[in-house]
């Protein structure tokens, strides 16, 4: 029997999706019919929503717990292990930017990056993956960010975070493929979410005018190639940083 993609309903945790993309990955699984946990700092009116919707409130978990919290984290897992059963699919989506030239950008805020972009990620998925293994089947997808393979100025330590991420993909897809656990990159282009609220409006123009698709990406763009790579369809893909960016570092 498969455990994945062909059974009707897997166990799917998406990090920060209760706004942007990671709201966008919920309603993706959602819609497959899996039962699909999240979290974030604070929780939203699209997380009531999905709470009070009777077609995916009795599939759908939301804990509002920080990243790098990790015994926050560790209890989050023991109520959907109990709940449901071992993450199936892990899609580690919670990320933030800081944009600041380095010389300024406060010490702290260099902490924060590395914390929440790059070691968050490191600790949850060390977690999730020691039941993959025993399972003999799991998904983890990792949002990465084009700034970690091309740089964009004023984002160094973001970019250091995603493409530190990067390798991290490739090394642990050595690991656990032989248990027939994918690890994949998904690396997007700039997305229309609040992170890119802060971007002025000639920065905006200029990425549009450099991508050969004309537009900036939407999170759609990008949730339905996560779903593929979270698919068995997609079993003998891994190791790999995967863009999606409409053409921009092509
Ligand atoms: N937007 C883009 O152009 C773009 C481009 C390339 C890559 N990405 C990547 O895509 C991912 C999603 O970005 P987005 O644009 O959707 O961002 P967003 O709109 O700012 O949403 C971020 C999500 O992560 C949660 N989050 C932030 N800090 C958290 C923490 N410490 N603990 C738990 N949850 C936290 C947020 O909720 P709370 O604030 O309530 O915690 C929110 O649900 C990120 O990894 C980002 O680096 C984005």
Redesign the pocket.
Known sequence: MSIGGNTSSRVVLV??????????LVDEFLAQGDRVA???????DRVDAWKSDPRVRDRFHFGE?????REGCKKLLGEITEKWGNVQVLV??????IDALLPILKDDDVDKLI???LK?VIFLTKRVIRPMLLDNWGRVIN?????GLRGYRGLSV?GAA?AGLDGFTRALAREVGVRNITVNSV??????????HGLDENNMNQIVRRTPMGR??E?ED?SSLVAFLASDKAGFITGQTLVVDGGITS
Not at 38 to 44: E, H, I
């Open positions: 990090s920060g999706g209760s706004r942007g993309l990671g709201a966008a999240t979290f974030s700092r604070r929780s939203t717990v920080d990243a790098t919290d580690n989506n919670a990320g933030m930017a914390e929440l972009d968050s949002i990465s960010s084009v700034v973001y995603k690396a997007p282009g700039y997305l229309r979410t609040e992170m890119t900036l990406g999170v990008v």
